[in-house]
């Protein structure tokens, strides 16, 4: 085992779990961060990581957490409604791995880049990144900040996967379970690309060994465009029962969004996801090559399988 840690920045999410999991497979020492050391050790109970609670928003602990690292992955999340201090975080890791001489891999979603200009055309790295709901525009905030100062920015799309918990395709399939319907944001043969968190979380750790991947952003491919269609069905064939898909649009999630604080916040990204969006991943792909991915319908039913031990 590699004595000088890999540091993950806002462990306590799926996207940290996953990855602690993947760097202590491939033999490396692993450092978790987050603020509640209560909840990182009820995460991370038997990996074997060290565990260093800290509050990224200050630059000493931020500071003394990646000391003797020269790898931290930025993984901090937040409600939609606290985003506004997203950008100041980025600031104090951004000031402190200079300080430390540490390299960042953030990885983010694409919320940075919509509003998409033309939702028929795969997505690539060169997307305007300008105007957008306030969330978009504080995530880019926050990245840029990153970017600027050296870091390697990895956008990954919606996922789902073992430990995964806030995904709408999560969410439908744990309903698949338990009540035999899926719910789908849009039109039901609408495409989206989702990623099995697995094989993201791979190509992310991958990407952080490429030197030329740092001060550039990257879009990490997903397992395929997933329609709720889709979804239905292979919800359908690995449970062993018919699944129904329903659909909602902007008024229903209007109204839901009156009794949910949560869903009230993420009302200005829902036109986005009102439309087909893809990647083209070719930027990825010319560094890195063609890349292995678990096909839907497999990690679909890994992920159901899951979700049912899980129910038990
Ligand atoms: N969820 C998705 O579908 C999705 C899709 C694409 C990309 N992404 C991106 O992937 C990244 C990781 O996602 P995730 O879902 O794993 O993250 P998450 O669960 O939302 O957040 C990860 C952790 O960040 C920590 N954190 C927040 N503020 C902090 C602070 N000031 N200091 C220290 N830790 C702090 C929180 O722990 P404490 O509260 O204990 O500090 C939390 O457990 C995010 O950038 C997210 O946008 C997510």
Known sequence: MSDEPVVILGAGGPVGLHLARLMIDRGRRVRVVGRSEERMTAVFTGLGVEIAPA?????????????????????????VRDLGALPGVARTIAEAAGRTGTRL?????????????????????????ARGPQPARLRREAEDILEQTGACIAHLPDFYGPDVVNSPAQKAMGDALKTRR???????????????????????????????????????????DLTGRDLGWMCERSIGRAVAVYTYGRVKLTFAASMNADLRDFLPMVPSY????????????????????????????ATLTWLAARAV
Not at 107 to 123: E, F, G, I, M, T
Not at 182 to 197: F, I, N
Request: negative net charge.
């Open 182 to 224: 899926v719910s789908w944001m849009g039109r039901r043969d609408l495409p989206r690309p989702y990623a099995y968190l697995p094989d993201a979380v791979r190509m992310v750790a991958d990407l952080a060994a490429y030197p030329e991947a740092y001060g550039q952003r990257w879009l990490i491919p997903g397992n395929g």
């Open 55 to 79: 509050d990224l928003s200050r630059t000493e602990d931020a500071a003394r957490v990646m000391d003797g690292a020269s790898l931290a992955f930025v993984c901090v999340g937040m409600p």
């Open 274 to 301: 009102m439309k087909p969006m893809s990647f083209d991943t070719g930027k990825l792909e010319g560094l890195m090559g063609p890349q292995s991915l678990t096909p839907h319908e497999v990690s679909i039913k």
């Open 105 to 129: 891999v953030q990885v983010s979603n694409v919320w940075s880049y919509l509003p998409v200009r033309d939702a028929d055309l795969p997505l690539t790295e060169m997307h305007a990144r």
